[in-house]
């Protein structure tokens, strides 16, 4: 069961970003780590319309969230950016860092909501996952998992085996695992749908110091709203299924931020008050 876990996240990393592709597309000249979907709408099986007509840019080093009610469309969204989906079950244009999506995409990294460690590796094992599937040399890989360990505040925990951490720790490793990657572009899935509301916050503002730091473009999708408009450049709300967009929301707090700090901006709550009224529209839409 826990090997049949790991190759799961092992076939989503060839999937998404790894070997399969060929050769690295790493994008030295600094050009185009964006995503723009543009007049896009999909349906599966020639008759379910799961998303309608989306447009939506992400600039490079943007930091754009997507709220919507649940099944409209967002996960398969970051799906076709990945080139998980069938060629013939999208209509319109998407390029991602200027080309079309690709499964195997390198410039890409996918961060679920389970962490999907592999039980029998260490905090340090687990973190240099995917520049192992990639086949970075061994100490390389190393001292990156190990900065990036540090860097989510997991220092002392490298020995530990994934049964001794907390899931809000587990979740720090996956992090560590995604940053570690390098790749330009992350997708999101509800990175943090599965912690208690402290941790949340804990994780939000490791989220954002990695991004700070290293500058990936996120597209980060999310139900919790207040997580939305604390972390992101813009959010994008959708409609229910199928799922269009209803409001593109430019979220002009200041940066760096403290998600924890925010909460007592009344611009922040003015914002979140603003992306819940559109995302209430979009439920009766
Ligand atoms: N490969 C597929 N084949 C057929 N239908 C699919 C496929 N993938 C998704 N769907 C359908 O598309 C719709 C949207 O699914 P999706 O997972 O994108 O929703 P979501 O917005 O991410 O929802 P949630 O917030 O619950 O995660 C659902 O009705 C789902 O059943
Ligand atoms: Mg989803």
């Known amino acids: 069961m826990a090997q049949a876990e790991e190759n799961v996240w092992n076939a989503r990393m060839v999937e998404a970003s790894s070997e399969a592709a060929g050769a690295p597309s790493r994008d030295t000249a600094g050009g185009s780590r964006s995503i723009a979907f543009d007049r896009v709408s999909i349906i599966f099986g020639g008759t379910l319309l799961v998303v309608d007509d989306v447009s939506l840019h992400v600039a490079a080093g943007e930091f754009v969230s997507i709220v919507g009610p649940s099944g409209c469309g967002k996960t398969t969204l970051l799906n076709l950016a990945a080139g998980l989906l069938p060629s013939d079950v999208a209509k319109g244009g ?34 240099e996952l995917g520049t192992e599937i990639r086949g970075l040399p061994a100490r390389e890989r190393r001292d990156r998992a190990r900065r ?35 790749s330009p572009i992350l997708l999101m899935d509800e990175p943090f749908g599965a912690l208690d509301a402290q941790t949340k916050m ?23 709203l207040s997580e939305a408009v604390s972390m992101s450049d813009r959010v994008v709300v959708m409609t229910r299924r199928p799922g269009r967009v209803i409001a593109d929301m430019a979220i002009p707090l200041g940066r760096p931020r403290s998600v924890r700090a925010l909460q007592k901006q009344p611009a922040y709550h003015r914002l979140y008050a603003e992306v819940w009224a559109k995302l209430e529209e979009g439920l009766n839409a």
């Not at 540090?150 to 720090?172: C, H, I, N, W």
């Open 202 to 224: 804990q994780l939000e503002d490791v989220l954002l110091d990695l991004w700070q730091r290293y500058r990936r473009t996120v597209v980060f999708i999310t139900h919790d």
């Open 148 to 182: 990036l360990l540090e860097t989510v505040g997991l220092k002392g925990f490298e020995d530990a085996y994934p049964k001794a951490l907390s899931q809000g720790m587990r979740q720090r490793v996956a992090l560590a695992r995604t940053f570690g990657l390098d």
């Open 94 to 127: 998407v390029t991602v860092g200027g080309k079309p999506p690709v499964r195997g995409n390198r410039d890409i990294a996918y961060m679920l909501a389970r962490d999907a460690l592999s039980p029998w590796r260490t905090a340090l094992g687990n973190a």
